[in-house]
């Protein structure tokens, strides 16, 4: 059976912590693991891309996106794991969770709290949503 899973990484500390419990477990198993590392992008309001080129919020979105990948990647190329980075557009959990679905993965893992500017009171409001919708396995990584 072929394991994969998707790494949701927003650029914070706690999807960092993701990245080295991801290391760590998967140094133990026997068999390979796909890892998919995803960045959902919120999309910006209509008010301010209807002044901006297209391929100008395309471009912020990309840059962005790697901005957020990068300490993940670096961390990952270190450990000589395979992965795939992947950058989104939309509205974060279903993103998430759709994404996981399309890729068959086994496990959505993600940290308990991101840069969201208002959070739950013990997990973050995007892993909270995250678990609640999910007919995938979520791990949330404190």
């Known amino acids: 059976m072929n394991t994969a899973w998707l ?39 209509s008010d301010i891309t209807r002044f901006i080129d297209e391929k100008v919020v395309e ?40 994404f996981a679905t399309d890729k068959g993965c086994s496990l959505i893992i993600m940290g308990a709290r991101g840069l969201g500017s208002v959070g739950g009171l013990l997990m973050g409001s995007v892993a909270t949503k995250v678990v609640k919708l999910s007919t995938v396995p979520v791990l949330v990584v404190k």
């Open 7 to 45: 790494i949701a990484v927003d650029g914070s500390e706690p999807s960092l912590k993701v990245i080295d419990y991801v290391i760590t477990e998967t140094a133990s198993r026997a068999t390979p693991v796909q890892l998919f590392l995803v960045n959902v992008q919120a999309p910006l309001s």
């Open 59 to 98: 471009d912020f979105h990309r840059e962005t996106g790697a901005a957020a990948l990068a300490q993940a990647r670096q961390k990952l190329d270190a450990a000589g794991l395979a992965y795939s980075a992947h950058i989104m557009m939309g509205e974060t959990a279903p993103t998430l969770i759709e």
